[in-house]
């Protein structure tokens, strides 16, 4: 049974900062990831899907890197913003396509 | 234009009554999903349809019933709430295409509250 997990639980990071939040599962055999974002109250957004075949997938300030033999994944962050603030989430899915998601990452920036 | 859209967003009602949880996606995708959200944020898939069938159902009590009408539409019924369904639903859809492509969308959520 594929298990997800991400670390740190929560994070924060003065304005400007760099950072790095890490998405670990268990079964390699995976045909993507993906990365969400979800603001308090709110749905989640999809920031970016890595297919097993790539390496990295980027969009503006975010970085997405796969290394399936290891079983790991980042969410590189570029210059980070107060309007960056949200929790992250990682996910893979199943033989049916459905989602087992991590517990997600809280990351605040401050100003 | 809304891509995958839920009614209600909110939803009070007491232990014990029916109700349902509409979800309409607009993107011609061909498998659609619930997933609850439970008070420590945890995210876990409920169902999933393809095309109008049933493909997945994860140890869901029978008191929750998934429907499809048509592929674009994937409603949820629960009879008798319990004061443990209370959580946040989301419905989310994915297109059938090539393999690794399997891009999720999500509605905006339905917060249920049991009292």
């Known amino acids: 049974k594929q298990e997800v997990t991400q670390i740190p639980a929560a994070l924060s990071v003065p304005e400007g900062e760099n950072l790095v939040l890490n998405c670990s599962f268990t079964?390699?055999?995976?045909?993507?990831l993906q990365w969400f974002r979800q603001d308090p109250g709110k749905g989640l957004t999809s920031l970016l899907l890595?297919?097993?075949?790539?390496r990295e997938q980027t969009s503006g300030r975010l970085n997405a890197s796969l290394d399936k033999s290891s079983g790991r994944s980042t969410l590189y962050i570029a210059a980070s913003q107060p309007g960056d603030s949200a929790t992250y989430l990682c996910a893979v899915p199943g033989s049916a396509r459905q989602l087992t998601f991590g517990s997600g990452t809280q990351l605040t920036v401050l100003p | 234009d809304t891509a995958v859209s839920q009614t209600p967003k909110y939803l009070v009602t007491q232990m014990g009554n029916d109700k349902s949880i509409k979800c309409e996606q607009n993107l011609g995708h061909d498998t659609m999903y619930w997933y609850k959200q439970d008070s420590k944020k945890f995210l876990k898939i409920m169902f999933s349809?393809?095309?109008?069938?049933?493909?997945i159902n994860e140890t869901v009590p029978n008191r929750f019933s998934p429907k499809s009408p048509d592929k674009a539409h994937l409603n949820l019924h629960i009879n008798s709430l319990e004061l443990g369904d209370s959580a946040v639903y989301f419905c989310?859809?994915?297109?059938?295409?090539?393999?690794?492509?399997?891009?999720?969308?999500f509605g905006p959520g339905t917060r249920l509250t049991v009292l």
């Open positions: 890595i297919q097993s075949s790539q």
């Open positions: 079964d390699s055999a995976i045909y993507n």
């Open positions: 349809y393809n095309n109008k069938e049933l493909i």
């Open positions: 989310a859809s994915s297109p059938r295409d090539r393999a690794g492509t399997n891009e999720q969308f």
